[in-house]
């Protein structure tokens, strides 16, 4: 099994040399843009590393749809980004902010294709499976995003239906990720199932936090403004916590809908919400719910005969995603 040193380098290489189209240039720079202001490719990660627990062969046949699976999702972070009006991804100007959003909604458009593209790559024997798997999950994640947008306009989401939410648009992703790794790397049905479960359950656990360090993380570290959920009246799952448990949703309300147009009214919006959620003690919640998905994912490949060196790497692999939230 490769290590996670050599599991660095390759996805470091892999992102290095990932080409895209070079004309028309207005179409194709901001897809060049989002590769290149990276992130953690937890996605491609997530599938390389699974596949390497079966195979030690790093082929085009498993390189492009790893890249596609990082691809894809820097498609939906363009189209989220006009839509939840942020201008910051990653520490860097988004790309409705640094060209103009008709650039964005057609490069976007462009950068879907571009990750199918990459996904036919997958070896012929698993193709179907594949394919299937990937375009299921693109149309969950789009159901996902249209949850969130309903919820913009309801006052209160039940926990239900907030988790049904971040399963489609985050968990299944991931789920996807560590799935099209086994798949490919030849894994049994119930091993490609049980890797499926262990993504989507530290998909879940992932959202939840990116949920709490958006209110309560450190801006250099997360890479965007902190309190963007809160100045954008976006449901999260402090949000939806909160109104379980506050005595007085009124006064939530009103903190949640006070104008942020100003620096100055921005910042007492997200002082006076911030305020209620750790009145609420929903910030400890959100932790312990971090940790509970966490368990919950680790759970998923237990007993399945992977032994404690695969288990120890799947535990490490959770542990870099989320502990900075526990």
């Given at each position: 099994m490769i290590s996670e040193k050599q599991l660095d380098s390759l996805v470091a290489r892999l992102f290095d040399e990932i080409r895209f189209t070079e004309e028309p240039a207005g179409l194709y720079d901001p897809l060049r843009y989002m590769i290149r202001i990276g992130g953690k490719r937890i996605r491609p990660r997530l599938c390389l590393?699974?596949?390497?627990?079966?195979?030690?062969?790093?082929?085009?046949?498993?390189?492009?749809?790893?890249?596609?699976?990082e691809v894809f999702h820097s498609f939906t972070l363009m189209h989220d980004d006009i839509m939840d009006r942020s201008p910051l991804r990653r520490g860097m100007p988004t790309v409705w902010k640094k060209w103009n959003e008709d650039t964005a909604i057609l490069s976007g458009d462009v950068m879907l294709i571009d990750a199918y593209q990459r996904i036919a790559k997958a070896p012929r024997a698993v193709m179907d499976r594949v394919l299937s798997l990937f375009s299921r999950t693109a149309a969950q994640v789009c159901d996902g995003q249209q949850y969130d947008m309903d919820f913009e306009s309801v006052e209160e989401v039940p926990m239900?239906?907030?988790?049904?939410?971040i399963g489609l648009k985050t968990a299944v992703l991931l789920a996807c990720s560590a799935g099209m790794g086994a798949i490919i790397g030849g894994a049994s049905e119930p091993e490609c199932e049980?890797?499926?479960?262990?993504?989507?359950?530290?998909?879940m656990a992932f959202q939840v936090a990116d949920d709490y360090l958006d209110a309560f993380g450190d801006e250099k570290v997360f890479g965007k403004p902190i309190g963007g959920d809160i100045v954008n009246g976006k449901k999260s799952w402090l949000t939806v916590r909160t109104m379980e448990k506050?005595?007085?949703?009124?006064?939530?309300?009103?903190?949640?809908?006070?104008?942020a147009d100003t620096p100055e009214r921005k910042a007492a919006k997200i002082a006076a919400v911030k305020d209620i959620y750790l009145a609420c003690g929903v910030d400890r919640d959100a932790k312990e719910e971090v940790v509970r998905f966490t368990d919950r994912a680790m759970d998923a490949v237990s007993g399945i005969g992977f032994g404690p060196l695969k288990m120890e790497v799947l535990r490490r692999f959770a542990e870099k995603l989320v502990g900075r939230a526990k």
């Open positions: 590393t699974a596949y390497s627990f079966y195979s030690e062969t790093f082929d085009e046949g498993i390189l492009e749809p790893a890249a596609a699976l239900e239906e907030y988790n049904k939410m049980a890797l499926y479960n262990y993504g989507y359950e530290l998909g506050t005595p007085d949703k009124g006064a939530f309300l009103t903190a949640f809908a006070l104008p």
